[in-house]
Each structure stands twice: as structure tokens, then as C-alpha cells.
């Protein structure tokens, strides 16, 4: 069942529009610190094996479109996934959408909340598969300018997926906690 998709991004994130600015060249511009609301989260929970991420996005997904389906849930903006720390061989994640109000926990969708403060954020335009080489430009960029990176980090999925899409015209948001 496809999950209902609701497209806020100003909400979901840095509240400086001006991160949308595109530069000469008609695409987002790149790297920038901005500040961050913090949201509520409706999401799904899990520690796995980098190699089980696609199958828990899946699982964790059709969870919350029967969620969103029976009204447990209102998304209040594009899905997400939130990761506690940096990836290694494992992953703790959390998989869902912003919300306006706390969600009551149901099955493997429980309650979280992505923090107010300072991020590292890029725009990254592809397919998933480019993500990696998207989050280390984000890395490399903090380190030339003397950000100090932190936790969370998170990717919001700007375009919702679907089979017969372009993966070029793919957006997905990256942001990097700023450790204050």
C-alpha cells in the first residue's frame, strides 16, 4: 500500500528559506549551516545490518501506510530517516514522517522527535546509491569550515520514490547535527 505523501518542506526542517535559493546555475546551492525546528516524529525503530536497510525501509514503510490508512497518522511532511549516529556495520535508525502532534505508540510505530538546533545541510539531486558520496561531501565541507559534526543525522525524502521515476530528478535533504 503506498504511503500518502505530503510535501512541507519548510516544516520538516531549516526554517531559512533561503536554503531553497538555487545558485547560477538553477540548482540548490551546496553545503550551509541553518537552524532547525524540532517536530514530532511518527516512526519505526530498528538496529540492523547495513545490508538489511532497504528491507527495514520496506517493512517500516508498509507499517506506516496501513497506520496512515486506518488515521493513526497524519504525515505532516515528506518521510524520513533519522540516524542516531553514524553508520558503521549497524545502524540505529528511525524510519517515518514529521507529525503535528505526539502519536500514541501502535505495533512498531512509536513516537520520536527530530532535536531543534544547528545542522549541516545539502540538497543531494540522484538515486540512493549516490547518498554515500553525498553525506561524505557534507562531512568534508564541515571539516574545511571548522563545523564540529554531532548526532543526529538525517535524510528527508523531498520526492517520494515510485517505481516508474527518474532517479535523476530525486531530491533528498541531508542534515548533520552541529555539536553545540
Known amino acids: ?7 512541507r518542506p519548510a516544516q520538516t526542517g531549516p526554517m531559512d528559506d533561503s536554503t531553497r535559493r538555487p545558485d547560477h546555475r ?6 550551509r549551516v541553518t537552524r532547525c525546528a524540532g517536530r514530532h516524529t511518527a516512526v519505526v525503530r530498528g538496529t540492523v545490518a547495513m545490508e538489511e536497510l532497504r528491507p527495514f525501509f520496506d517493512e517500516a514503510f508498509r507499517d506506516l501506510g496501513r497506520a496512515v490508512a486506518r488515521g ?31 502519536v500514541v505508540p501502535s505495533g512498531n510505530i512509536v513516537p520520536g522527535r527530530l532535536p531543534a538546533g544547528r545542522v549541516v545541510e545539502l540538497e543531494h539531486r540522484g538515486g540512493y546509491d549516490g547518498l554515500g558520496s553525498a553525506w561524505e561531501r557534507l562531512r568534508t565541507w564541515a571539516r574545511e569550515q571548522g563545523v564540529v559534526l554531532g548526532a543526529p543525522l538525517w535524510e528527508v525524502y523531498e520526492t517520494q520514490p515510485s517505481p516508474e521515476a527518474d532517479s535523476g530528478s530525486m531530491r533528498t535533504r541531508l542534515c548533520w547535527s552541529v555539536a553545540d
Open 26 to 31: 538553477g540548482t540548490p546551492s551546496g553545503p
Open 1 to 7: 500500500m503506498p504511503v500518502p505523501f505530503v510535501q
Open 72 to 102: 493513526e497518522i497524519v504525515p505532516d511532511g515528506p518521510a524520513l530517516a533519522v540516524y542516531q549516529a553514524e553508520p558503521g556495520r549497524t545502524v540505529a535508525l528511525e524510519v517515518g514522517f514529521p507529525v503535528v502532534h505526539p
